[in-house]
């Protein structure tokens, strides 16, 4: 165990500093609500993330038997809390001007459909780094209800990326969500098998 905690405690700290820039930005955001366009995306996007970065660092734990201090190790690690760093550090605008004004104008929705495809992909490439080894080591073990649900997670990240519909991102989002909402439940009726 003592590897572990030597390979999670930088992972730990990225993945605090991660949700605390999501949470920061709520925060801002909530400041400036009465001279900012909100809207849903940006707001949905910001709680997928934060319900993500929860997975990962529940994952983490999982897969502390295999988590050794190597290099090779730590370097994925980076990687991956830095894709989720970046990510949760560009879902919300990063200054307001005076009157509470954007850099880049006054609608979330607009900032959202500007950055999604930075943040889903790199929460998509976060995921299939943490599956690559499910499916590898564990593969057998696995329910088919987890392969399902990684099915349309994967398939509802790639359709936020391609599309620019707000509509269709609002019900992929909400889709993310439940996904997350569902899962939570279900541990707490079937502890995951990992």
Known sequence: MEGFNFVFSLFALLLGLSLAEVLSGFAKALRHRRVVH??????????????????????????R?????????????LVMCGLYYIAASIIFPGEFGEGGQQLHGNDF????????????????????????????????????????????????????IASRN?????ALLAVLILLYLFTAVMSFIQPPPL
């Open 109 to 160: 929705d607009e900032h959202y459909m500007e950055h999604r495809r930075q943040v889903l992909g790199a929460i998509m490439i976060c995921d299939l780094l943490q599956l690559g080894p499910i499916a590898i080591i564990r593969f057998a073990e696995v329910p088919a209800r987890f392969w399902v649900e990684n099915a349309v997670q994967f398939g509802a990240l790639l359709t936020g």
């Open 166 to 170: 707000k509509r269709i991102n609002i």
């Open 38 to 63: 909100l809207g849903w995306l940006t707001p949905m996007l910001a709680l997928f993330v934060m319900l993500d970065l929860t997975s990962f660092w529940e994952s983490g734990w999982a897969a």
């Open 65 to 77: 038997k295999f988590l050794t201090p190597q290099y090779g190790m730590l370097l994925v690690g």
